[in-house]
């Protein structure tokens, strides 16, 4: 059985940092003035996904427990093995017959 390791978790923090430093660069630089027009839309995208990945990392950080951590393991585990069987049980694949 593969030993998985626990990731760690500095390299969110450091992805965090990054993220919540291009976003405190950009959001002034952002003009969101009635004329401005396609400028506006993709700098308000840009920073909704900038928002999302800030959340994504905070989440992992703080939101996530151990226990459900274990839980989804767990799943991925049971999934892996199905799959291992499911392509065992064809037989032998890439031979001709």
């Keep these: 059985m593969k030993v998985v390791r626990k990731p760690s978790k500095w390299k969110h923090a450091v992805y965090l940092i990054l993220a919540l430093a291009m976003l405190v660069y950009a959001l002034p630089m952002i003009s969101f003035e009635p004329g401005a027009g396609w400028v506006s839309v ?6 909704g996904f900038a928002f999302l990945v800030i959340g994504a990392h905070l989440h992992f950080l703080l939101g996530v427990n ?3 951590q274990r839980e989804l393991d767990r799943i991925r585990r049971e999934k892996y093995r199905e799959w291992e069987l499911q392509w065992g049980a064809d037989g032998k694949h890439g031979e001709q017959a």
């Design 42 to 47: 993709f700098g308000a995208v840009w920073a």
């Design 66 to 68: 151990e226990e459900k």
